[in-house]
């Protein structure tokens, strides 16, 4: 059982260039979130999926594109890297509507554009 | 906006003492209240939620909640070196869709 589950854990980019992070789950949860976290600004939240095929913007989703293709999987694309993307993301899985503690963090993805 | 508000730190406590973090909220309806343990470099780990008013102990843990004062915080009774990271508070809302999450406060425990 590997929880949450992100590819690539580490990546290099040129402005410009365009990358997609994959997120996996295999929790069967309905509810699945990317945040990114930045130093001194805390985690904040860029999209979020409350089922398959949907999707809906949160704080920052300026530059990012998701996509829900399926229960398990969300992914996080960036269509024209920016150095303002430099960051650490996370994917979150959530069992749907429990507002308790079954949110689980996936391990990151550094993410450096220059 | 709603906001969650955490001092920064650091915190630093000598091993055995208690670590007391704070945390504030914004959003008069929020309903669910975590903390999250950050070791340097990890991802986000669970370590105590609470919905009610009052306090709830978990091992050396102790998470105390007042909506009134719209106050969360976190008691580390015999801090162990162990516990050096900095926790996040995060706050669920009744409307809202995700964790809000503050910037985090970094604790440093001394041996």
Same mark, same amino acid.
């Given at each position: 059982? $590997?929880?949450?589950?992100? !590819?690539? %854990?580490?990546? +290099? ?7 997609? @992070? ?27 999926? $409350?089922?398959e095929?949907? !999707?809906? %913007?949160?704080? +920052? ?7 829900? @293709? ?24 959530e069992?749907?509507g ?17 | ?87 996040l508070?995060?706050v ?9 999450f ?10």
């Amino acid at each position: 059982n $590997a929880g949450v589950t992100q !590819t690539p %854990k580490f990546q +290099v980019l040129k402005t410009g260039q365009s990358m997609t @992070l994959q997120c996996a789950q295999d929790m069967n949860h309905n509810s699945m979130y990317w945040y990114r976290q930045d130093p001194g600004m805390g985690l904040r939240l860029i999209y979020y999926s $409350a089922s398959e095929g949907t !999707t809906d %913007k949160g704080e +920052v989703p300026n530059g990012y594109n998701v996509s829900r @293709l399926n229960k398990r999987e969300f992914s996080l694309r960036l269509e024209s890297a920016a150095p303002s993307q430099t960051s650490v993301y996370f994917c979150v899985a959530e069992r749907e509507g429990q507002r308790t503690d079954t949110q689980y963090f996936g391990p990151g993805t550094r993410l450096t554009v220059l | 906006q709603k906001e969650v508000e955490q001092n920064s730190g650091p915190l630093s406590v000598p091993e055995g003492a208690i670590a007391s973090l704070n945390c504030t909220y914004s959003d008069r309806v929020s309903q669910s209240f975590f903390w999250y343990r950050q070791y340097s470099g990890k991802s986000p780990e669970l370590i105590m939620s609470i919905y009610s008013n009052g306090d709830k102990e978990d091992g050396r843990f102790t998470a105390q909640l007042n909506k009134a004062s719209q106050y969360v915080s976190l008691l580390i009774r015999d801090s162990q070196p162990s516990d050096s990271a900095t926790y996040l508070c995060a706050v669920f809302s009744q409307a809202g869709t995700a964790l809000i999450f503050g910037k985090g406060t970094t604790l440093s425990v001394s041996s």
